[in-house]
Structures are given as C-alpha cells and as structure tokens.
C-alpha cells in the first residue's frame, strides 16, 4: 500500500505531449490532480501524417511549458513530486526520448526515483480515471492508432493477449480510408463526422475475418475495398475520389465505419463468451468513436456485460493515463519505482511482456 506518493507522468510516444500529477490513496484508486496536453495534429496535418523529427522538436518545446501549467494547477511544487513516470514505449524512438530523457533528468535532480510506463497499459488503466471505474477481472479491446487487441486483464500488470490485428490496427483503417476520401489527417474522427450523414448500407465492404473462429483482426484487406470502391465511383463520374458528390463520400464513409465497428463488436463479445468474464473495457482513440459506443452498448446490454470507457477527452493520448498506471502499479506492488536514471526506451514492446517484479 502507497499513501500520498505524487506521481508526475510523461506521455510522448507520438504527436501528442500530456503531463500530469497523480496522487495515491492508500487502497483508494489514485486521484488525479491535474493535467495539460499538447496536440501536434495541426502541425502534422500539412504533411498528412506525423513527421518523426517534427514531433520530437516539439515535444522539446511544450514539454517544461505543460509541467509548470500542471504543477500551478494542482498547487503545488517539483520539490513535492515522489516519483516521476513516462511513457517508455511503445511508440517513436525519438519522441520517447524526449519524455524519458525529461522525466530522469527531473527525477536525478530532484533525487526522486523514476517509472517507465507501456503506454497500452497507460490506455488499458484509463477507465479508472473516470466516473465509472470498472473492476478487474475483464476484458480490454484496446483500439489505437497504432494496435488492436483483446486481452484478459486479471489486475495491474497481469494481462494475457486473446487476439490482435495481424496487419494494419482499427485506428489506422480508419486513418488511411479517411485519407483516400481526401480528409485531414488523423481521419478517424473526421470520417465518424462524415459517416454520420451516410447511409452504410450503400455499399457492401467485406468484414475481414469476422468469422476466422479466433480473436484476430485484420484490416489491411478493408482499406483496399474501400480504395477499389472509391477509384471505381470516381473513375465512373469523370472526376477523383475527393471531388464525389458530399452525399456519396458520406456513405462511402458511413460503410467504412460500419465494417469496422461491426468487427470490433463482434470479437469483444466472442472474447467475453470465450472467457465467461462480465465485463469490458474499451480503451485507445477509437473507443471514441459514438457509432462503436452505441452499437458495442447495444450488444453488451443484450449479453448483461457492463461497459466501460475513458472520460472522451482521455480516449486519445494523455498524460493522466501514464501518471494512473504508474501510481496503480507502485500501490499494487506490480512495479517499484527505480532510482536508475538510464533512460532506454522501448520503441516495440508488447504488452504481455510485462511481468510482476
Ligand atoms: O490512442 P491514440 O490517441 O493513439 C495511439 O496510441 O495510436 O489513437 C489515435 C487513433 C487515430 O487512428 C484516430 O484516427 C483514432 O484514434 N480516433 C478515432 C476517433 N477519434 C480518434 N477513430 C474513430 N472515431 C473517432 N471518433
Ligand atoms: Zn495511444
């Protein structure tokens, strides 16, 4: 048991900075003090996705700037900090460095020790920051930009991979068919917006491996339909992709976002009916997709499964998620926290290789 450890976390594993102060509460879940993020999508946007270099520049930029906003927010002090988390992958090498090299230079002054933090538990651990906390056992359909699993989560850092894409992750099919309707990057939102004015039922795109009798995805085969389908429409109408009739992108869209959501909602209940557990949890950018929300409330509702979700705003990357997994792992003794400051991060890392220490 951990009483009144401040936890200052990092997050900078792609193009986003989010900085955050976590404090423990004996058994109580950690409460969170305050946060600040910094988005780089704007800037990317003029690129059409993140530009390695650029985000580790401007992680560098915002990243002192957010620690003083959240410290004067939550009123308090560095000095005050017990222990100092960040993302230690996966993600960009040179963005992870960033996060890493920051959080152990504070921690080596202010000699306090230092938590690497896997970001998909940063993810899989937000619900608990929410209103509606679930309770472990459960499972997790963690739905990124950059993964798509279903994992069986028994308590902090015991985590076992049920299923996961085998190609390209939901976030990014949503990424790259929102790109070749001519939408600004991220896409997965702007082709929700899009999709909401379509009739999905206008074209018909395959649903990869919904029945493959296993918990793997595969989405790599969906974004070509949608591509063969889009290049067919504009071949047809003399004119390309992006310049279709509104009404037609906006169905294309609402059939992209049906194939996936079905999918998805059909492997999250194969993997509850596999393990017999009651409850799941969505967590990653595309648990914040309305569509998934109602159709996954609907299926879940029928199955007596409860649902839970991150507050919307932490759906996408943050920094309270990284500062909330390193304080439950220190209070639930899954990790201590290290007083070495060699900031290796971990581009590629899954999550199932995190053991108890
Ligand atoms: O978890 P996240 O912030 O970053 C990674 O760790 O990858 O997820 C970002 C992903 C992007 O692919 C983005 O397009 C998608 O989440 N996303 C959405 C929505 N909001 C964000 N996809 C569908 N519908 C949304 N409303
Ligand atoms: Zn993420």
């Known amino acids: 048991m951990t009483n009144g450890l401040l ?110 933090v896997h970001h998909l538990e940063g993810h899989l651990l937000s619900p608990f920051l929410s209103a509606d906390p679930p309770e472990f056992p459960f499972v997790a359909l963690l739905v990124s930009g950059g993964h798509t699993q279903l994992m069986r989560v028994d308590g902090v850092g015991r985590y076992a991979l049920l299923g996961e894409t085998i190609d390209d992750a939901a976030g990014e099919a949503f990424d790259k068919s929102a790109k070749l309707l001519g939408l600004p990057y991220p896409g997965g939102a702007a082709l929700a917006r899009l999709a909401e004015r379509g009739n999905p039922a206008a074209f018909s795109l395959p649903r990869p491996l919904l029945r493959s009798g296993n918990l793997d995805f595969s989405f790599a085969g969906l974004k070509t339909a949608v591509m063969l389908q889009a290049r067919k429409l504009a071949h047809g109408s003399n004119c390309a992709v992006e310049a279709l009739p509104a009404d037609v992108l906006a169905d294309l869209a609402a059939a992209t976002q049906a194939a996936i959501v079905e999918v998805l909602v059909k492997k999250a209940l194969a993997a509850l009916a596999q393990t017999g557990l009651g409850r799941l949890v969505v967590a990653g950018g595309v648990g914040a997709n309305q569509k998934l929300r109602v159709q996954l409330g609907d299926a879940c509702a029928r199955a007596r499964v409860r649902v839970h979700y991150p507050e919307l705003q932490l759906c996408t990357d943050n920094g309270a998620m990284i500062a909330m997994a390193a304080a439950m792992r220190l209070q639930s003794g899954a990790q201590a926290a290290s007083a070495e400051y060699a900031f290796d991060v971990r581009p590629r890392w899954p999550l199932d290789d995190l053991k108890i220490s």
């Open 7 to 116: 936890v200052l976390g990092y997050e900078s594993s792609c193009d986003e900075t989010g900085v955050a102060l976590v404090l423990t509460r004996g058994d109580d879940l950690p409460l969170l003090l305050a946060h600040a993020l910094h988005s780089q999508i704007e800037m990317h946007q003029a690129y059409g996705g993140v530009v390695p270099e650029l985000a580790s520049r401007d992680h560098i930029r915002r990243v002192l700037p957010l620690t003083q906003q959240v410290l004067s927010e939550a009123g308090r002090v560095l000095a005050e900090v017990d222990v100092v988390a960040f993302t230690r992958g996966p993600g960009l090498a040179g963005a992870l460095l960033v996060g890493s090299g920051v959080a152990c230079a504070l921690a080596a002054a202010l000699r306090r020790p230092v938590l690497g």
